[in-house]
């Protein structure tokens, strides 16, 4: 049973004088804890300074027909009244929760708001109803019990809206429509409260007019929080005397008074940001070493806890840079890797490798992406100290050709030393790549629970020769090889390059071909042509990060898009970075389309300057001199998120071929909550809560299913955990996303520069900052730890009332 205490200075007395007979003693508060029932009270207070909101009868009856109903131990009964006095400690105590239908002004004098705040203290339970918002208006405490305030330019009129009910757990909303679609007056609010609330539901602006008071993308409409030692819900909606005959609304109230009045367990702390905690876990690099951290370029978790990461190969800022082609030395790094273990809160150099990854070849003789790019444990690394790395050797360098060898290797990390043991290699699957001219070489790997191997390719293509748009300009190239036509790489069905592959590994160093990859290896089409069984994924562009979800094992991936700004009429789409959820084989488009099948222009010799047809998403050829692999090849799927300077989601009306205009003043943002500008994406995981796993610092149930999404840069791009629709529909939207800006801390002293993110056994979450420079490491080069800090669900397990808690979210 709660209890509590309320002071004489609460309920408005002054302290005893001198001489003066005490006061009486204040009776203790306590709230019923009866098995469910009518011995289970709801009040309903409908006091109003001014006329009665014509939404009170219609909430009233709602919230009868609601104690009534479902299993007897969650009924409850309800007094409504009109009267403040109430407002008593001896009266209140009787309630195991209040629900407020006031309308605006003060309906409370001090004494009677007293008398709430110590309800609250002693473990009470508050529901406000829309414009219970607007009610004590000069009460800093009572804003605090509500969570925000209305805009005073608030839209007047009933429109209908999607409503997002983000919180697929709470029991306001579990059993609701993920988009919900419902009409009733919808306030803006003076300030936002995400972030200091833990929001259950958003309306999607884009599905109505919220007038000039618009709160952009993230609109919270309903939300909760623990409070001065009670619970807090309130919801915006139910401004309408309708709403209240809505069945899902009813569910609304209904699970909102389950956890008011301590007949159910929610988590309502889940995203207030103040629950977060994020750590340095690494220092800076001692001088002139990388006794911390190299350049950082991914991440991956042991399943005892440690976390493994590696640097791509760019020394410090004042290592020595080769870019003279006529030296052997040209490009050497040293790609490293780290081990960071939170038992001892120590570092260690596993090992290092050397690479083609320092500086040196690329555009002007200064820039390259290749190196140490990707890491992997083998499912078994436990047992068997195997460690995937995906790199590029310096040794096999060819300087006349400017070419290099991209590889997975299999490496033994020794049990003893915990020092990777560079003899035991073992080369599983290696490819052509040009340096010649930078860029996108990609990196990422995971495992699936079939113990099949993902590796993602870049498309091994410049940036430049094509304005920023599609990758297909067939002529400039190095002593024959091509390396501004992607079709050469990505789209063509015989180069490894611009894939996401998947092996599966072998004890013996070799690996075999899963089922079910995009081709077998002996497809050939008339116009000639092979296929490599490798490929699971083509059309990707710069895939750095990838990441398989383990309840599912569905493939989530982003890659980095083009250069372009903005649009063009001619040529096609600007530059779009994407993410998308991969349920099967396939072609995601690139360089032929992107976002959701948008095609670019064709272009071949003898002049590539002259746009020629528009390609044909669903039905591609690679046309290009550069292919050799099959002409026609798979049509290109839809992908779910994509972004651009402008915005999230780009979309254009289209014409009778479904070639969009790809005029700005046509466009249309269909993930507003998106933005970029300068872009990277980082694909995140898809968060799994595991209930069994003790863990203080584990994030809670609220998360699991997300799939983080985020952008190397921290400005205006992406830093979210987004819900999926149900289902596997190729190029479906997100239903809902979640900023994870406050959380993950940004700015020059946050993670300003995201270059990968994983969440360890224990359930919390480490990050790894790039640093402030490019191709170097730097002193905010930096491995972070992001834990939870927000405690358990409530009520307490113990103070649930009744078999409600049985199976609640924990």
Not at 620 to 627: A, D, I, Q, T
Request: proline share 8%; charged share 25%; glycine share 12%.
């Amino acid at each position: 049973m709660l209890a509590g205490a309320v002071s004489a200075s609460l309920l408005g007395g002054t302290p005893a004088l001198a001489g003066t007979p005490p006061e009486p003693a204040v009776p203790e508060l306590r709230l019923p804890s009866p098995p469910g029932g009518e011995d289970v009270r709801v009040l309903v207070f409908h006091g109003s300074a001014g006329e009665e909101p014509p939404t009170v009868e219609a909430g009233i009856e709602a919230i009868e027909k609601i104690g009534r109903s479902g299993p007897a131990a969650q009924r409850f009964t309800i007094t409504a009244t009109a009267d403040p006095s109430v407002f008593t400690s001896e009266k209140l105590g009787r309630y195991n929760a209040v629900v407020f239908l006031t309308g605006g002004g003060d309906v409370l004098d001090p004494a009677q708001e007293a008398g709430l705040e110590s309800y609250m203290e002693a473990g009470g339970g508050f529901l406000g109803v829309h414009d219970a918002a607007r009610a004590e208006p000069y009460s800093e405490w009572y804003s605090g019990l509500v969570g925000a305030r209305p805009a005073a330019d608030s839209p007047s009129t009933a429109q209908r809206a999607t409503v997002e009910t983000g919180d697929r757990r709470n029991p306001a909303t579990k059993g609701l429509p993920a988009e919900w679609k419902r009409p009733d007056k919808w306030l803006n609010w003076q300030e936002n409260p995400s972030g200091s609330v833990h929001t259950v539901a958003r309306v999607r602006e884009k599905s109505y007019d919220p007038g000039e008071g618009a709160m952009g993308w993230d609109h919270p409409v309903s939300w909760c929080r623990d409070y001065d030692g009670g619970r807090s819900f309130y919801t915006g909606m139910g401004g309408t005397a309708d709403s209240f005959q809505e069945a899902d609304f009813r569910t609304h109230l209904r699970g909102a008074l389950l956890w008011t009045t301590r007949l159910a367990r929610a988590d309502c702390k889940a995203t207030i940001t103040s629950n977060y905690a994020a750590e340095r876990v690494t220092s800076p690099n001692q001088p002139g070493q990388s006794d911390q951290i190299g350049e950082p370029h991914g991440l991956v978790t042991a399943d005892d806890g440690r976390i493994f990461y590696i640097g791509r190969g760019g020394g410090d800022a004042e290592a020595p840079v080769v870019t003279d082609w006529e030296n052997p030395e040209i490009g050497k790094g040293q790609g490293t890797v780290h081990v960071y273990d939170p038992a001892t809160k120590k570092v260690q150099l596993v090992g290092s490798l050397t690479v083609f990854g320092n500086k040196g070849g690329g555009d002007e003789l200064v820039k390259v992406e290749e190196g140490l790019l990707g890491i992997a444990l083998d499912p078994d690394f436990a047992d068997n100290g195997w460690m995937y790395l995906h790199w590029t050797p310096h040794s096999q360098l060819d300087r006349d050709e400017h070419m290099a060898e991209r590889r997975v290797s299999r490496f033994t990390v020794d049990p003893g030393t915990g020092k990777l043991d560079e003899s035991s290699e073992k080369v599983l699957l290696k490819w052509p790549v040009q340096v010649h001219s930078c860029c996108h070489a990609g990196g990422g790997m995971a495992f699936d629970s079939e113990r099949n191997l993902y590796i993602a390719t870049g498309d091994n293509n410049s940036s430049r020769f094509s304005d920023g748009y599609s990758g297909n300009n067939p002529e400039p190239a190095f002593k024959g090889v091509s390396f501004a036509d992607a079709r050469r790489t990505a789209g063509n069905t015989n180069n490894l390059n611009g894939k996401i592959l998947r092996i599966h590994p072998e004890d013996d160093g070799t690996y075999t071909l899963p089922e079910g990859n995009l081709f077998t290896g002996k497809e050939t089409d008339e116009g000639g042509g092979k296929t490599r069984g490798e490929i699971y994924v083509m059309g990707v562009r710069n895939p750095a990060r990838i990441s398989i979800d383990p309840a599912t094992d569905v493939l989530y991936a982003g890659w980095v898009g083009p250069d372009a700004g903005e649009p063009s009429t001619t040529w096609g789409p600007a530059k779009y970075d994407t993410f998308a959820r991969i349920t099967k084989a396939g072609n995601q488009g690139w360089p032929y389309c992107m976002g959701n099948k948008q095609p670019y222009r064709d272009r071949n010799l003898p002049d590539p300057d002259k746009p020629l047809d528009w390609y044909d998403c669903d039905n591609l050829k690679n046309e290009s001199p550069n292919n050799d692999g099959l002409v026609n090849i798979p049509p290109a799927q839809p992908n779910n998120i994509w972004y651009s300077p402008q915005g999230g989601g780009p979309d254009y009306p289209r014409d009778e071929n479904g070639v969009p205009s790809y005029k700005l003043d046509e466009q249309e943002l269909r993930l507003p909550w998106l933005k970029g500008g300068g872009q990277a994406t980082m694909n995140g995981p898809v968060y799994r809560f595991d209930a069994d796993v003790a863990s203080k610092d584990k994030w809670p149930a609220y998360w699991d299913g997300k799939w983080f999404v985020g952008d190397f840069y921290d400005s205006e791009q992406p830093r979210h955990a987004v819900v999926m629709p149900d289902g596997d529909e190729p190029g479906a939207l997100p239903v809902h996303a979640e900023s994870l800006r406050k959380i993950i801390p940004i700015g020059e002293d946050g993670i300003r520069n995201l270059m990968d993110w994983k969440f360890a056994p224990d359930g919390s979450l480490y990050v790894l900052d790039y640093g402030r420079g490019f191709f170097t490491s730097d002193h905010k080069s930096a491995l972070w730890h992001v834990t939870y800090k927000g405690g358990k669900a409530t009520p307490a397990a113990g103070d649930v009332v009744g078999k409600s808690a049985k199976g609640a979210s924990r």
